[in-house]
């Protein structure tokens, strides 16, 4: 952000080769464009990935929509508006019974791993490139501004208790119209008497009586007793010093490493090397070290501060559970200007049945919301990808308000509107105006910043010093990809 220029260094690579599918298991039918990231700041990666972009360590990728298998829409939940569905809130309470009462849990895992990013799609051959070396040529610093968050209000009152509150006036016969026509003789209720009830709506009336005499009682008002409890006051609930278990979330920045992450790298390793094994059945040879640094500890994002910032900064964190002092899950995430990015999440087998997924997903979001409270801006939730054609990956839309990206406009989309379109084809434009295009299509290629020969130059520049067949269709179908705007921003290596 503000202060010394940084700038975003990115190898191209195209998309023409299939891969392996890690959702349908097809050998050859995943197909995605790629780039290997040098170095990358953290706006130019929101920009990216607001226009469907994801990285795995340094590799960035965009799946092609219309030809790959399993069409990937980046998802996003407004943190700020999340309110815990009821099977969301079994997941906390079961982690709360546990480190209160010591007891683990039976039962399997949960199936919802958090998997956001691909280890099958890898970078090709790439260029050693120090940016120190950088000389800028003709360069003038171009705005960057960050996108305004839209208002949010916390919803206080939750659907399920407006629906209940009609049906319980729907079967309650004192809501009913008071006329009553006499029945004929012998057949019919005595008008003498009250109308009969059920002795369940009875009961709830008594209780709902004492309630409100309690609640009178300590001066408080029935619409604060009648809030859905917050997210944050189900995490709270586990906090205490007499319980069994000691639990607690740490946030550690891998890039650059600090200490805390140094000093856990191989416990936290050895939690990874055992989830592959168990829960994506990896041989033991496949999940090496050099595999998870480069997978989940290798990062192209510049660790940046800004005065209207997160007191943490911005840039790439593992948020480490821990459990009387060991390691039990590392959430990957990445801390961006509008959005707390969700990369992965491995956790120990021995606590699958805690749905470990889930609740990471859970402290996430708690953690976006604390860190709106610094900065404003920061109010979205990235899930990584929604996967509608692929069930199992159909979770991601139950932290909700959610939207989808739609692959053509590259504007958000609820997700409620987007599900009866993805029901009828994998494929879908998801904006439905007909008339709305990509604001940030292909303009000028010749705007592009690439770097070639250690300077940074327009394509215009380079494209006239340059020998050699022309690479003009390579760059614009980059440009098409990445957005004008990132492409006049971002320098594109050219050999």
């Known amino acids: ?12 690579f195209g998309g023409d080769d299939g891969y392996r599918c890690g959702y349908c298991k097809n050998e050859k039918s995943n197909f995605s464009h790629g780039m290997w ?15 469907g972009w994801r990285r795995s360590g340094q590799y960035v990728y965009k799946p092609t929509m219309k030809k790959t298998c399993c069409p990937q829409y980046t998802i996003r939940c407004h943190a700020q ?17 546990f480190i209160t009462s010591g007891d683990l849990p039976k039962g399997s895992e949960d199936g919802e791993p958090m998997d956001s990013v691909s280890q099958d799609a890898g970078p090709r051959e790439t260029t050693k490139v120090c940016p120190s ?25 939750s659907e399920d208790s407006t629906a209940t509150s009609s049906e319980s006036s729907q079967r309650n016969p004192l809501a009913l119209p008071n006329e009553r026509t006499a029945p004929k003789p012998g057949m019919g209720a005595d008008l003498s ?32 007793a009648n809030q859905p409890k917050s997210l944050e006051e189900f995490i709270n609930e586990s906090l205490g010093n007499n319980t069994p278990h000691r639990f607690e979330v740490r946030l550690v920045r891998s890039k650059p490493p600090c200490p805390q992450f140094k000093d856990s790298f191989d416990a936290s390793y050895q939690v990874y090397k055992l989830y592959q094994m168990a829960i994506h059945k990896d041989p033991p040879s496949k999940p090496s070290e050099s595999q998870f640094r480069r997978f989940l500890c290798d990062s192209p994002l510049e660790a940046e501060n800004s005065p209207d910032g997160p007191d943490v900064g911005y840039g790439s964190f593992h948020q480490q559970y821990w459990l009387d002092g060991q390691i039990v899950a590392v959430g990957v ?20 049945s805690l749905s470990l997924g889930s609740y990471s997903a859970l402290r996430e979001i708690s953690f976006t919301r604390q860190l709106q409270k610094q900065s404003p801006k920061l109010c979205f939730y990235y899930l990584g990808f929604y996967i509608h054609s692929c069930p199992k990956m159909r979770y991601k839309g139950q932290y909700r308000p959610a939207d989808l990206l739609c692959p053509e406009t590259y504007v958000w989309v609820p997700i409620e509107r987007c599900v009866a ?6 494929y879908a434009r998801l904006n439905q105006d007909p008339k709305a295009g990509d604001a940030r299509a292909l303009k000028d290629v010749g705007r592009a910043l690439v770097l070639y020969r250690r300077i940074a130059m327009p394509y215009a520049a380079y494209s006239r010093k340059r020998k050699g067949p022309s690479d003009e269709a390579a760059v614009q179908q980059y440009v098409s990809l990445v957005g004008q705007d990132c492409a006049e921003r971002i320098l594109l290596y050219r050999s």
């Open 1 to 12: 952000m503000a202060g010394s220029r940084s700038y975003s260094i990115v190898e191209y």
């Open 37 to 51: 990231s040098h170095s990358m700041t953290v706006q130019d990666y929101q920009d990216l990935i607001d226009r």
């Open 81 to 97: 508006k999340f309110q815990p569905s009821k099977s969301q809130k079994k997941v906390m309470k079961k982690m709360n019974k």
């Open 133 to 157: 070396d950088l000389k800028c040529a003709a360069i003038t610093d171009l705005p960057q501004e960050v996108p305004k968050c839209p208002a949010v209000v916390e919803v206080r009152e």
């Open 193 to 224: 008497r009250p109308p009969c009830r059920k002795a369940k709506d009875v009961r709830k009336e008594r209780h709902l009586l004492k309630e409100k005499i309690r609640q009178q009682a300590d001066g408080v008002s029935a619409t604060k």
């Open 333 to 352: 995430i990445d801390i961006l200007p509008t959005c707390v990015s969700s990369v992965y999440l491995y956790y120990h087998p021995d606590f699958a």
């Open 421 to 426: 379109q993805l029901d009828n084809s994998r």
